[in-house]
C-alpha cells in the first residue's frame, strides 16, 4: 500500500492499543506517515514483531491484553520510561461475539465488556497523567451503537457506551484542552469477523452487511485510518465530543 506523506502529526507521541492488526495497524502506518512516532500494543510479541517490521519506522510494541488493569499500567510505564508522554490516544482494541437474546450467556457478556468497554475506560484513565493538555483521544465505537442486530445485542451495547463515554469525558477534560471523539465505521474489510466465523458464516454475513450499504462495498482499513488521523490532528482543533462515522452511508439512511 502506497500512502501519501504529510507532516500533520510531526512529533506527535501516539498510543494505539490493537496496532497490530486491522484499522489499528493501517492507523499506525497512517500516523507515521503523518510524522508521528506511534506505541503499538498487541496481544503476542510474535504479531507485535512482524507488525513493527511492516511500519518499518518511529514504531515500538508493547504486549498488553486491555482487560487486565495490571498489563495497562505496564504498558504505560514503558511509554512514561521511554518518552514520558503521550499526544494521540486512540483506543481501538475490540472483539465480536454473536449471541441472540435467549443464548447470551454470562462468559459472552462478560468477555465483550472487560474488552470493548472496561478495557476502553482504563485504557484512557490510565493515561491521564502522562497525556499533554491539547491531546486527542480517538475512542473505537461502531455503527453498532446506533443500530439493531438480532444476533449482536451486546456487543451493539458495548459500542453505545463507548459512545456515551465520547460525551462524558468530553465534558471532564475539556479544562485540559483535551478532545475526545469517537470513530465509528461500518463495514471493513478487516479479520475481526473471520475471528469468530468460518469462512462460509463470513461471506455471508459480509453479503448482508454490503448488501445494507450505500456505498455497496467493505470499506478499507485506511480509509478508516485516515478519518482517525484527521481526528487526531489539529484539523479538527474545534472538533470535540463527536462520533464520525465511517461507514458507507450503512447508519445514515
Ligand atoms: P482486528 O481483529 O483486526 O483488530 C482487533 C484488535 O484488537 C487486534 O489488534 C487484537 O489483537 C486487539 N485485541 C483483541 N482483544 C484484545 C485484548 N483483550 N486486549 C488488547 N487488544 C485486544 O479487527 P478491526 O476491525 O481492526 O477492529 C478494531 C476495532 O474496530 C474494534 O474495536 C472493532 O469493534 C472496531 N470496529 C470494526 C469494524 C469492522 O467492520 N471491522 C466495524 C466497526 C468497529
Redesign the pocket.
Known amino acids: 500500500m502506497s500512502l501519501k506523506m504529510g507532516n500533520k502529526l510531526d512529533g506527535k507521541i501516539a498510543v494505539i ?9 493501517a492507523t499506525a502506518k497512517r500516523f507515521v506517515s503523518e510524522g508521528a512516532c506511534v506505541f503499538i ?3 503476542s510479541q510474535k ?1 507485535i514483531d512482524v507488525s513493527i517490521s511492516d511500519i518499518g519506522k518511529n514504531v515500538s510494541g508493547i504486549q ?5 488493569l495490571a ?1 495497562i499500567d505496564k504498558m504505560y510505564d514503558i511509554v512514561k520510561d521511554q518518552i514520558g508522554h503521550v499526544d494521540i490516544l486512540f483506543a ?5 461475539q454473536f449471541a441472540p437474546l435467549g443464548e447470551i450467556s454470562e462468559e459472552h457478556f462478560d468477555r465483550l465488556f ?3 468497554v472496561k ?1 476502553l475506560l482504563f485504557t484512557v484513565q490510565k493515561a491521564l497523567p502522562i497525556l499533554n493538555d491539547g491531546s486527542s483521544i480517538i475512542l ?5 451503537a446506533s443500530k439493531g442486530s438480532a444476533d449482536l445485542s451486546v ?1 451493539h451495547a458495548s ?1 453505545a457506551a463507548v459512545r456515551s463515554f465520547t460525551r462524558s469525558w468530553t465534558l471532564n477534560l475539556s479544562h485540559r484542552k483535551i478532545r475526545v471523539n469517537a470513530i ?10 473471520n ?1 469468530v466465523m468460518n469462512e462460509k458464516q463470513t461471506d455471508e454475513f459480509i453479503k448482508n452487511v454490503v448488501r445494507a450499504t450505500p456505498m455497496g462495498r ?2 478499507s ?1 485506511d480509509e ?1 485510518a485516515k478519518a482517525v488521523s484527521f481526528l487526531a490532528s489539529d484539523d479538527s482543533s474545534y472538533i470535540t465530543g463527536i462520533e464520525l462515522f465511517v461507514d458507507g452511508g450503512m447508519a445514515q439512511i
Open positions: 492499543t490493537g496496532g497490530t492488526s486491522g484499522i489499528g495497524l500494543t498487541g496481544l504479531e498488553c491484553d486491555v482487560s487486565n498489563d481501538n482494541s475490540g472483539i465480536i472487560d474488552i470493548d478495557g473505537m465505537a461502531s455503527i453498532g456487543y459500542k465509528s465505521p461500518g463495514p471493513i474489510d478487516t479479520p475481526f469477523v475471528r467493505m470499506g482499513p478508516v
